[in-house]
C-alpha cells in the first residue's frame, strides 16, 4: 500500500511539473492563457464523467459531506487564480519559490493540528529539499510588488488547503473519483464565467494549438487523480513531500523542451531534491515497518 502511495505521489509531482514547459510549448503555438485554463479543466470533466455511472450514492455523498466538497475546489480555485495573477506582477521563479512553501505548510499542520509522528530525519529532509528548490529555481529576491507576493502566498494556501482537506476526506472514506468530478465541474463553471465576463477566450480554429494544449491538461488530470490516490496511502505530509519533485521537472522540462539553459546551482538543486526523496522514501517506509 505504501510503495503504491510513493508511486502516485512521484506520478504527481512529474506530471504536474510538466505542465509548465508544455503549457510554454503552447503558447508558443499561440494558444491563449485564458483558452489553455479553460481547456485544462474541460478536458478533466471529459475525463472523468465516463466514471459517474460507477459510483454508488454519489449524489448523496455530496449532500452529506458538501462543506469539504466546496472548500477543496475553493482551494483549487485559490491555487490556480493564486498563480496566474502572481506572474502578471512578479518574477515567475519568485512565484512559484513561494508557492512550494506549501509542502512546509503542510508539515507543520500535520505536526501541530493533527498530532502527526514524523520522524525528525524526513523533517529536515523537508527543508534540505527546500533548499534544493531554491537553488533550482534560481529566483531573482528583488520583490517587485507586493500583490504578486501575496498571491503567490494564496496560491500556496490554496494548496495547502486541498491536501489538508483530502486527507480528512479520506478518513470520511470518500474515494478520490468522487472528490475530482466535483471539482473538475465546479472549477470549469467558475473559470468560464470569470473568463467570460472579465476575460476573452480567444477562441481560435487552429487544430495544433488544440493539440498542444491538450498534452498539459493531461498532465494535470493525471496529476491531480494520482495526488488524490497517494494522500490516503501515504499521507498528506510524505505526498506533500514528494510534491516536491514538481519545480525540479519544471525547470528540467524547460531545459529540454524549451532549451533554456541549466546552470551549476540548478543541477546542484536538482540532485539535492532527489536524493532527499529518496532517503525520505527510505526512512519513511522504515519507521513503517517497524511500527508493522
Do not use: H
Not at 510538466?18 to 478533466?44: D, Q
Not at 480555485?77 to 512578479?90: D, E, K, M, P, W
Not at 507543520?108 to 529536515?124: A, G, Q, R, T
Not at 468522487?178 to 487544430?207: A, E, G, M, Q
Amino acid at each position: 500500500m505504501f510503495i503504491f502511495g510513493v508511486i502516485f505521489a512521484l506520478v504527481a509531482g512529474i506530471l504536474f511539473g510538466l505542465i509548465g514547459p508544455t503549457t510554454k510549448i503552447a503558447y508558443n503555438f499561440g494558444a491563449s492563457a485564458s483558452l489553455a485554463i479553460l481547456f485544462r479543466y474541460v478536458v478533466a470533466t471529459i475525463f472523468i464523467l465516463p466514471f459517474i455511472p460507477f459510483q454508488k450514492n454519489l449524489l448523496k455523498t455530496y449532500q452529506k459531506n458538501i462543506i469539504s466538497f466546496l472548500l477543496i475546489s475553493l482551494g483549487s480555485i485559490l491555487l490556480t487564480s493564486g498563480l496566474l495573477i502572481s506572474f502578471n506582477y512578479i518574477n515567475v521563479s519568485l512565484a512559484v519559490l513561494i508557492f512550494c512553501l506549501y509542502p512546509i505548510y503542510v508539515l507543520i499542520y500535520s505536526v501541530l493540528v493533527d498530532k502527526e509522528e514524523i520522524n525528525i530525519i524526513v523533517k529536515f529532509l523537508f527543508f534540505s529539499t527546500f533548499i534544493g528548490i531554491f537553488l533550482v529555481l534560481g529566483p531573482s529576491l528583488r520583490i517587485d510588488n507586493l500583490i504578486g507576493i501575496i498571491f503567490a502566498v494564496i496560491a500556496s494556501i490554496g494548496a495547502t488547503s486541498m491536501i489538508v482537506i483530502n486527507q480528512k476526506m479520506s478518513r470520511k472514506g470518500i474515494q478520490p473519483i468522487p472528490i475530482n468530478i466535483f471539482i473538475n465541474i465546479i472549477n470549469t463553471i467558475f473559470f468560464f464565467l470569470i473568463i467570460k465576463v472579465f476575460f476573452s477566450l480567444n477562441i481560435s480554429y487552429d487544430f495544433n494549438i488544440y493539440l498542444f494544449i491538450f498534452i498539459p491538461s493531461a498532465c494535470y488530470c493525471l496529476a491531480f487523480l494520482s495526488q488524490l490516490y497517494a494522500i490516503p496511502r501515504i499521507g498528506q505530509s510524505n505526498t506533500a513531500l514528494f510534491l516536491y519533485l514538481e519545480p525540479v521537472v519544471g525547470v528540467l522540462g524547460a531545459v529540454y523542451f524549451l532549451d533554456e539553459i541549466l546552470t551549476f546551482s540548478q543541477l546542484v538543486g536538482a540532485v539535492v531534491v532527489i536524493l532527499s526523496l529518496l532517503l525520505a522514501t527510505y526512512y519513511t517506509n522504515k519507521t513503517k515497518n517497524v511500527v508493522s
